[in-house]
C-alpha cells in the first residue's frame, strides 16, 4: 500500500507557479520522497528525490518539511506539457516504488 | 529517452496466442522491473530481478512468465491471457545497493487481449 496521502486533483494556470503536496507523516528515518509523473499514455517520468534536505533541479523543486512528515513539489513556471499525474513516493534505496493514485494537475492556459 | 527501451509499443492478441514483450535497459543497471497498469488503477508491481535473478513475484497468474537473460534484457512471456489482462505494462531499471537510487522507465507496451 501507499504510504503517501495526496489530493486527487489540482488546477494551476499557465505560467504560475504549481504547488503539489504530500503527507507522509509514517516516513521512516531512511526512506526517501521520490516524485514522479506520468502523462497519458507514456511511462512514468522521475522528476525529484529528497531524504531531508530541500532539492532543487532543472524541473522542480522539492521542499521537505523539517519533520519530514509532508512535502511540496514546486513546479516554477507551469505550462500545458506540464499537465500530468504525479506520484509522491517514499521508498527505501533499492527496494522497488510502490504507486498510489497520485494528483491529477491540469494546467489550464 | 530513458535509456528504457521497450517493444512493441502495441501489441494485439488472442487468448490462445503466445507473446513476448521485450524490454532493455542501456544504463548500466543490475535490477530490473516489470509492472502493470490497468484502465484507471495504479501502477502495480509484478516481477523484480536482481542481477538476473528473480527477487519478487507479486502473486502474477503463471500466464505471465518473465525471463533476465542478463542484467540489460528483460522478457515478458505472455499466454493464454485474458481480455482483463489488457493493459499497460511498463518496464523498469535501476542500481542497486545505493541508497536514493533512481528507478527509471520505459515507454511501456500496451496489450490488447482479444
Known amino acids: 500500500d501507499a504510504k503517501t496521502t495526496q489530493p486527487p486533483s489540482m488546477d494551476c494556470a499557465e505560467g504560475r507557479a504549481a504547488n503539489l503536496p504530500c503527507n507522509h507523516s509514517t516516513i521512516s528515518g531512511n526512506e526517501y520522497v521520490y516524485w514522479y509523473r506520468q502523462i497519458h499514455s507514456q511511462g512514468p517520468q522521475y522528476i525529484i528525490h529528497?531524504?531531508?534536505n530541500n532539492e532543487t533541479n532543472e524541473m522542480a523543486s522539492l521542499i521537505i518539511t523539517e519533520d519530514r512528515k509532508s512535502s511540496t513539489l514546486i513546479l516554477p513556471h507551469a505550462t500545458l506539457r506540464d499537465t500530468a499525474v504525479y506520484y509522491c513516493i517514499v521508498r527505501v534505496g533499492g527496494t522497488p516504488l510502490v504507486f498510489g493514485k497520485g494528483t491529477r494537475l491540469s494546467v489550464i492556459a | 529517452e530513458t535509456g528504457v527501451t521497450q517493444t512493441p509499443r502495441h501489441l494485439v492478441m488472442g487468448m490462445t496466442n503466445k507473446k513476448s514483450l521485450k524490454c532493455e535497459q542501456h544504463l548500466g543497471h543490475n535490477a530490473m522491473y516489470w509492472y502493470k497498469q490497468s484502465a484507471k488503477k495504479p501502477l502495480e508491481l509484478m516481477f523484480v530481478?536482481?542481477?538476473?535473478?528473480?527477487?519478487e513475484n507479486n502473486s502474477v497468474p503463471s500466464r505471465f512468465s518473465p525471463e533476465c537473460p542478463n542484467s540489460s534484457h528483460l522478457f515478458l512471456h505472455l499466454h493464454t491471457l485474458q481480455p482483463e489482462d489488457s493493459a499497460l505494462y511498463l518496464c523498469a531499471s535501476s542500481t542497486l545497493g545505493q541508497s536514493g537510487n533512481t528507478i527509471y522507465f520505459g515507454e511501456g507496451s500496451w496489450l490488447t487481449v482479444v
Open positions: 529528497g531524504l531531508k
Open positions: 530481478y536482481n542481477f538476473k535473478e528473480q527477487t
